[in-house]
């Protein structure tokens, strides 16, 4: 069972820009991909946005053109890059591995592993 820890969270302004991270304990490198999801007071968890082991990377509308998926199989790491941040970003985030395949024109991950506590996120004026 690989433990994932999230990091890099905070509290901004909106327009601002943060830099998470997920660090695996364990090799991520054959894992079909590697996911960011977050989940806001009273809401489900929703996939943001994920990468493939060959580098594609998907992402939800809500954060398409703002947000960028990066991962560093040698330090098995995955990191989510978020600019032009908005209120309705605020959530806890989180990572995971999965398989990750099409239902219909839906893009969806099964994810691998137990989650990690995930990692703050709140924008507000």
């Known amino acids: 069972q690989v433990q994932l820890v999230e990091s890099g969270g905070g509290w901004l302004q909106p327009g601002g820009s943060l830099r998470l991270s997920c660090a695996a304990s364990g090799s991520i490198s054959s894992i079909d991909a590697m996911g960011w999801y977050r989940q806001a007071p009273g809401k489900q968890r929703e996939l943001v946005g994920s990468?493939?082991?060959?580098?594609?990377?998907y992402f939800a509308d809500s954060v398409k053109g703002r947000f960028t998926i990066s991962r560093d199989n040698a330090k098995n790491t995955v990191y989510l890059q978020m600019n032009s941040l908005k209120p309705e970003d605020t959530a806890v985030y989180y990572c995971?591995?999965?398989?990750?395949?099409?239902?219909?024109?839906?893009?969806?991950?099964?994810?691998?592993?137990?989650w990690g506590q995930g990692t703050q996120v709140t924008v507000s004026s």
């Open positions: 995971n591995g999965g398989i990750a395949y099409y239902s219909g024109s839906s893009y969806r991950m099964n994810p691998l592993w137990s």
């Open positions: 990468i493939s082991s060959g580098g594609r990377a």
